[in-house]
């Protein structure tokens, strides 16, 4: 019973190879890739292999509970993108916990508020810290105003000249889409990032002290060509760009997911099969898959409905939903087939009718997944070897 990713290496890492000198050539500086959640599929440790492999420097995670899986098999920095707040009390006492380990100068937390940058400037010291401004994706961030208001505060600037606080640049996490109102998508990227990136070259280029503030603008969801058209525009700071799931999963040829057939069953008509009982349809086969819950099988995040056309689908959707029919990730015979009932935790179980090839037990089968919700039992990386 496996539900399973096999990864072609050479095509992979072919990819990995490229997307990695494609931000080298547009900005100068290595990329940082991301490392998150459940790995992209991959799992932590097998990423953070790769990323070694790339030659990176620095690593992203996406919160302190995810910094142990990947401090063993990584070196260098690693970036919580998450940003520090101690009112989660639960994430405070990690990242005190952290504080402990003997890697602990490996890590660079995100701040993202004037009572966050506060709270550290009582701590044990020696923190490592990136400010992230608030952008237009108005999650997390600083103001301008704020930001400014921070480098005048005399505390902070006593922390970062006495090595309490150690600022290693700013922080900024970009839309993937915008309106058409503001021009093309490279243009108000890039824009917004080179807006952000003067007010920070202005700061870091005055600052008197010791503990400067980095010149280093840290950002994410740019194409190569904004990367080369801000890089251009800010040639006294280093851009680093965070990448996750462009690296990753940018090459969807060199992945494969595949369950294992478990069971077949010629269903007589009327017959009730699986926990709901349901009866199929005429002349219908019900095969039993490998791939459940618990592997994410048939979960799946909000899509966004921007169109006339995209919601028409989701009503459409819903309505089968509501119906009791879904179809599921698994092709067999060339076709998408539907589920006899919502998947359970560690198999599926779909209908095949009487004029398609049924598959025997032992068959792998294709599944079309969304690889940030999948937990695979096996990850090979297939070689020529």
Not at 78 to 90: A, H, K, N, Q, W
Not at 342 to 371: C, E, I, T, Y
Request: with cysteine; glycine share 10%; charged share 20%.
């Amino acid at each position: 019973m496996a539900f399973t990713l096999t990864i072609n290496a050479e095509k992979w890492r072919t990819h990995l190879q490229a997307v990695s000198q494609a931000i080298m050539t547009a900005t100068g500086h290595r990329l940082v890739p991301v490392i998150k959640g459940n790995g992209y599929g991959f799992g932590q440790e097998l990423l953070g292999s790769e990323a070694m492999n790339l030659g990176s420097d620095t690593i992203a995670v996406g919160t302190v509970f995810e910094i142990e899986s990947i401090a063993s098999v990584t070196e260098g920095d690693i970036v919580v993108l998450e940003p520090f707040d101690s009112r989660d009390t639960v994430a405070a006492a990690k990242w005190w916990e952290m504080g402990e380990k003997f890697y602990s100068g490996r890590i660079i937390r995100t701040v993202a508020s004037p009572e966050a940058l506060q709270e550290l400037l009582d701590g044990p010291g020696g923190v490592r810290i990136i400010l992230e401004a608030r952008t237009s994706m108005l999650r997390f961030g600083f103001t301008e105003g704020e930001l400014l208001g921070a480098f005048a505060n005399e505390r902070v600037r006593l922390a970062m000249a006495t090595g309490r606080i150690f600022i290693e640049g700013l922080s900024l996490h970009l839309p993937i889409d915008r309106p058409n109102s503001e021009g093309t998508r490279d243009q108000a990227h890039a824009h917004e990032v080179m807006r952000w990136a003067g007010l920070w070259q202005a700061e870091t280029a005055v600052w008197e002290g010791h503990s400067p503030p980095a010149p280093v603008v840290w950002v994410s969801h740019c194409t190569d060509a904004e990367l080369a058209l801000i890089a251009s525009s800010a040639t006294e700071l280093i851009i680093r760009t965070r990448v996750g799931t462009r690296l990753w999963l940018g090459e969807r040829s060199a992945l494969r997911v595949t369950g294992t057939v478990l069971a077949v069953h010629p269903i007589p008509e009327h017959t009730r099969v699986g926990y709901r009982q349901r009866t199929g349809p005429k002349d219908a086969t019900a095969v039993v898959i490998s791939g459940g819950t618990a592997h994410g099988i048939g979960l799946t995040a909000p899509s966004p409905t921007t169109s006339l056309r995209q919601r028409a689908v989701s009503l459409g959707t819903g309505a089968l939903d509501a119906a009791g029919r879904a179809l599921s990730p698994f092709t067999i015979d060339g076709k998408q087939r539907w589920f006899v009932e919502p998947p359970h935790q560690h198999v599926s179980m779909v209908w095949v009718n009487g004029k398609s090839v049924v598959p025997r037990v032992g068959d792998q089968l294709s599944a079309d997944v969304r690889f940030t919700t999948s937990r695979f039992d096996s990850v090979f990386l297939e070689t020529l070897d």
